[in-house]
């Protein structure tokens, strides 16, 4: 990937978005905590007091489970898919892999991922559950969910020069996908027929595997970890493919 | 030895698309069969300039120079004709876009450097020279909302100089800063020259132009009206301009 080369570049622009994020904020990096916090609250107040779900023990690392790696995906895409429009002067003007806007992006939210991440951790720490080796897991889980959040926007902020709508599309998908991805309820709860549709979506996945480790210390079935691996990977060829046969055309259209 | 910038019979195509950045428009277009309108910008553009040359672009507002700039820069391309370039280019980025009022001098200068190509070595390396050239001095860690408008641009231009790749343009982007300032650029430039740098630069600022370039080229409507010498062009466009003007003012008052 033509990416690679430009290292020093990528992670200067890494750096200054997360730094223009956090510079002037007091409570800085807490920030990026307050709102998986928050939904936690709300979720595991309305699934244990409102519609109680006894089968569930330790609601809200359950539902933090769903939620860290669904709000990596949301924020990530949205941004990822404007990120062209948004640096145009950039795109337009500098000599360098393009790829490396949407890219650059996806990865200053993956920091954010990060330090989701060590929320969840500690979180799960704290509800009493032990570091297995299962754990050695996560790394490969979180790497191909930001692979597939890469190969997503490659495709979509590419089309996005062209036709300005695609991020509302791309806001509409995010909200479908939150009642799609097991974030509040159980994937053993789910009909055997949707079984495997949910298991080819990535961040399904990544919730179900996280789940496993984290909550259950089993290993990811085969089955799912393939699937993962599997659709990550095409988006990010897929993506790359569209955002290439496009790019020659991005300086015209911006 | 074969010319540093070389372009033959180069053409570029826009399109009018006023209507296309939404989905449902570019359909209605598409259903209504509505034709593109398209225009030049630029229009079988041959010329050559060797290596250690220097250009300067000149002509009215929408005469294509940017186009051309973009053109060896490899940001777009040629619907038609060739362009060949040899080396690394660098410039064309405006002065200090890629800049962030809440970093400080120095994020911004290594955010700013990355985007014009130096790499991490040839940044550790230039870096004094760099800050020492643009006299930012104890600001260099303040965030750059501190700075004056002044500032930046010396603290851009000074990056911007400081590129040293075979091929470097300059977009309406010389004159900056005080008279110091600028006679260092200028003495900068020398130095680059020497060393084999070819220079294109577009500017209105005709003295500038004179100092630094050796030859011109005149654009008007996409197409080249003259090329040669840069005194001899950069005469007959003033002439041109001046003249047009006057009508102008005739047909006005």
Not at chain 1, 85 to 102: C, H, S
Not at chain 1, 129 to 156: D, H, K, Q, T
Not at chain 2, 10 to 35: N, Q, T
Not at chain 2, 130 to 143: K, T
Request: net charge positive; aromatic share 12%; proline share 4%.
């Amino acid at each position: 990937m033509p990416v690679l080369r430009h290292g020093f570049l990528l992670q200067n622009l890494i750096l200054r978005d997360f730094k223009i994020r956090y510079r002037n904020m007091s409570l800085g990096v807490f920030w990026s905590l307050l709102n998986p916090l928050v939904m936690m609250g709300v979720l595991t107040f309305i699934f244990t007091k409102i519609f109680p779900s006894p089968s569930i023990k330790n609601f809200g690392v359950f539902v933090l489970c769903g939620l860290v790696p669904y709000n990596f995906f949301a924020v990530a895409w949205v941004s990822g898919t404007t990120s062209l429009l948004n640096n145009a002067a950039l795109v337009k003007r500098v000599r360098m892999p393009r790829e490396i806007v949407p890219v650059s992006v996806v990865l200053a939210n993956g920091v954010h991922f990060l330090i989701q991440i060590a929320l969840l951790v500690a979180f799960v720490l704290g509800a009493g559950y032990g570091v297995n080796r299962n754990w050695l897991w996560l790394p490969f889980v979180f790497g191909m969910e930001i692979i597939f959040v890469c190969g997503l926007s490659l495709a979509s902020s590419a089309l996005d020069v062209f036709f300005r709508d695609v991020r509302y599309v791309v806001e509409s998908a995010n909200t479908v996908l939150f009642w799609l991805v097991p974030i509040f309820y159980s994937f053993a709860i789910i009909p055997d027929q949707y079984r495997t549709v949910y298991q080819f979506n990535p961040i399904a996945a990544v919730v179900m595997a996280c789940r496993l480790v984290l909550l259950e210390n089993r290993e990811p079935p085969f089955s799912l970890v393939w699937k993962l691996a599997f659709v990550s990977l095409l988006a990010l060829g897929a993506g790359l493919v569209i955002f290439r046969r496009s790019k020659a055309k991005f300086a015209d259209y911006l | 030895m074969p010319p540093a910038i070389e372009f033959r019979k180069v053409s570029k195509i826009y399109y009018r698309h006023p209507s296309r950045a939404f989905l449902h428009r570019y359909l209605m277009d598409k259903w209504r069969r509505k034709r593109k309108e398209r225009f030049y910008a630029l229009r079988e553009v041959s010329f050559e300039l060797e290596e250690g040359g220097s250009l300067a672009v000149v002509g009215s507002n929408g005469a294509g120079k940017s186009t051309l700039l973009s053109l060896i820069a490899g940001l777009s391309f040629p619907d038609e004709g060739e362009v060949r370039v040899r080396g690394r280019v660098a410039g064309l980025l405006e002065l200090g876009s890629g800049f962030h009022p809440d970093l400080t001098g120095r994020e911004n200068l290594a955010v700013y450097a990355s985007l014009l190509g130096l790499s991490r070595t040839e940044l550790r390396r230039r870096f004094d020279e760099i800050v020492e050239f643009s006299g930012i001095g104890e600001f260099l860690d303040e965030p750059l909302r501190t700075y004056s408008a002044g500032m930046i641009l010396r603290l851009a231009f000074s990056v911007a100089i400081h590129v040293e790749a075979e091929v470097m343009l300059f977009d309406e982007i010389l004159a900056v800063g005080d008279q110091a300032f600028q006679a260092a650029c200028f003495e900068r430039i020398e130095e680059l020259r020497r060393r084999g740098c070819t220079f294109v630069c577009v500017s209105h600022a005709g003295e500038i132009l004179k100092r630094i370039c050796t030859r011109a080229l005149w654009l008007d409507a996409g197409r080249v009206v003259r090329e040669g010498p840069v005194r001899e062009v950069l005469e007959a466009y003033q002439a041109a301009s001046a003249a047009q003007a006057a009508a102008a003012g005739r047909q006005g008052g």
